[in-house]
T-cell receptor, first 113, second 113 residues
Framework: NAGVTQTPKFQVLKTGQSMTLQCAQD?????MSWYRQDPGMGLRLIHY???????DQGEVPNGYNVSRSTTEDFPLRLLSAAPSQTSVYFC????????????FGQGTRLTVV | KNQVEQSPQSLIILEGKNCTLQ??????????LRWYKQDTGRGPVSLTI?????NTKSNGRYTATLDADTKQSSLHITASQLSDSASYIC????????????FGTGTRLTIIP
């Protein structure tokens, strides 16, 4: 099992550009989520999905879109990148939302200039 | 507002020594408390998880304690090794069935030879 795989690992964008952060898991987990991690702050939930075809907003959803067409994939789209979106992004998955065993990807470090 | 506070922010100890990290939380209703280890440039990895009724849980050289009355938890590391250098994040979950996670900002632990 590869676990949770995120790509790319690093990315630099210009303000206004769009891009998609990829996340895939091979554990057949129903619950997937995206977090951002900023210096001096705890991880904050952006969007989550409780299963294919179902997504919902987290704590900081503005400027991001998600979709869940398959159980395995949960891409995060930045619509028009802003410097405030410079952060490290983590995708996580677990069997269900209450599952204590959450698995995280290695992260994507995004810089918006 | 749900909050998780960790102390100290950073800690440097000699290899082989023990240390204790602290976590105070104001999360209600409480579901469980988790400790994660995050190596530099990697995603968080679960160390322990404790529910309301559990006071202590061990994972090798890591021992977590929970006092649900005072809303405090600690993570004790015994006989530290260089590989223990990482950030340790306390995460508290609220509500059963519609779980929300509140992340602490972490303690940065450095082990020196």
């Amino acid at each position: 099992n590869a676990g949770v795989t995120q790509t790319p690992k690093f990315q630099v964008l210009k303000t206004g550009q769009s891009m998609t952060l990829q996340c895939a898991q091979d554990m057949n987990h129903e619950y997937m989520s995206w977090y951002r991690q900023d210096p001096g702050m705890g991880l904050r939930l952006i969007h989550y999905s409780v299963g294919a075809g179902i997504t919902d907003q987290g704590e900081v959803p503005n400027g991001y879109n998600v979709s869940r067409s398959t159980t395995e994939d949960f891409p995060l789209r930045l619509l028009s990148a802003a410097p405030s979106q410079t952060s490290v992004y983590f995708c996580a998955s677990s069997h269900n939302r209450g599952d204590t065993e959450a698995f995280f990807g290695q992260g994507t470090r995004l810089t918006v200039v | 507002k749900n909050q998780v506070e960790q102390s100290p922010q950073s800690l440097i100890i000699l290899e082989g020594k023990n240390c204790t990290l602290q976590c105070n939380y104001t999360v209600s209703p409480f579901s469980n408390l988790r400790w994660y280890k995050q190596d530099t440039g990697r995603g968080p990895v679960s160390l322990t998880i404790m529910t309301f009724s559990e006071n202590t849980k061990s994972n090798g050289r890591y021992t977590a304690t929970l006092d649900a009355d005072t809303k405090q938890s600690s993570l004790h590391i015994t006989a530290s090794q260089l590989s223990d250098s990482a950030s340790y994040i306390c995460v508290v979950s609220s509500q059963f069935g519609n779980e929300k996670l509140t992340f602490g900002t972490g303690t940065r632990l450095t082990i020196i030879p």
